[in-house]
């Protein structure tokens, strides 16, 4: 029989999305409802190694569930990747008499919880939290669909002034590694082509691309460019690429940038994260451990963590047919 699950600690790690506020309210009023203690850490592992924490009740969460960010912080901790910040933070949990972790973020974080937990029997629990949708074993992570609808809104803004002056506009999207932010919000605002990260299309293809464009009469595109397309060293060299071979269109570049981080998410990023915490909360109680919570087929299922980092989502490649039928 497992021991009695009665403090469980929560911390947000790795790059904020929208949503995570949710995701704190979900988990604290969860253990509320199970009369359960939670702990929240601020600054992800090093507010653990600082020793920075909070006790969390059912009204110090009341009004997040709509607010972009994460009241807990977050922050990349170098002194946590050494034996001995690990030793620090693993010393104030016992302190502090942590049973469990439920830890909200990306890869990153779910592999510095893994390490904890091997090296100091400190059980973790991950969820999903990142705006990439990069983290396989769930179809959408927490601040995903936030940041889909705030690229597209962007790129539907952007159109409206490549029409009026009859340019070409590259947007960068965010995805250093993955291409789903990339790939969607390209499809859902009728861009002229997309690169991504996971389909090296090429120069040539580009040129040809946007060449076929203008016979056949569009007087401005749009090209969607993850930040971790392969095809050119950045988004302004290829726009200059494209402007040097076909100097008939005028190219402008936009880098979105942090702004797909932000703003209030959307209420599937809010019923998203309040369905896996509320699932990781009764997987910690019912004294499971080193898990991760996801949905697939809208169900809420839970895979091994150390499996859900070997692997990575793979990108749809009916979405790429789709796109180049769409781009005609």
Request: net charge neutral; with cysteine.
């Amino acid at each position: 029989m497992s021991k009695k699950i009665k403090r469980i600690g929560v911390m947000t790690s790795g790059g904020d999305s929208p949503g995570m506020n949710a995701a704190i309210r979900a988990i604290t009023r969860a253990c509320a409802y199970y009369h359960t203690e939670c702990i929240g850490f601020y600054q992800g592992f090093q507010g653990m190694i600082d020793d920075k924490c909070c006790e969390l009740n059912a009204r110090s969460v009341r009004n997040i569930i709509n607010r972009g960010g994460t009241i807990l912080q977050s922050a990349r901790s170098k002194e946590f990747l050494s034996k001995e910040g690990r030793e620090k933070a693993a010393k104030v949990l016992k302190k502090h008499e942590i049973d469990i972790m439920i830890l909200i973020g990306g890869d990153g974080t779910f592999r510095g919880g893994l390490v904890l937990s091997n090296e100091h029997n400190i059980p973790v629990i991950g969820v999903p939290g990142t705006i990439d949708n990069d983290i396989y074993g769930t179809q959408y992570t927490i601040g995903y669909d936030t940041a889909l609808n705030t690229v597209v809104n962007a790129i539907d803004k952007i159109r409206d002034t490549a029409s009026s002056h009859n340019r070409l506009f590259f947007v960068e999207v965010m995805g250093r590694d993955a291409g789903f932010i990339a790939l969607n919000s390209g499809i859902g605002a009728g861009a002229e082509e997309i690169l991504i990260p996971e389909e090296n299309l090429g120069l040539d293809r580009l040129l040809n691309s946007l060449e076929r464009s203008r016979r056949s009469g569009k007087t401005s595109s749009i090209v969607v460019v993850s930040e971790g397309d392969k095809i050119g060293k950045n988004v302004f060299e290829l726009a200059e690429y494209v402007k040097e071979n076909l100097p008939y269109y005028d190219a402008k570049v936009t880098v979105l940038g942090h702004i797909q981080r932000g703003g209030s998410p959307t209420c599937f990023d809010r019923v998203l994260a309040s369905r896996l915490c509320v699932k990781a909360v009764e997987l910690a109680l019912d004294g499971k451990k080193n898990l991760m919570v996801g949905m697939e087929n809208n169900r809420i299922e839970s895979c091994d963590l150390a499996s859900a980092l070997e692997d990575k989502p793979v990108i749809n490649k009916e979405l790429l047919r789709i796109s180049d039928i769409l781009s005609t």
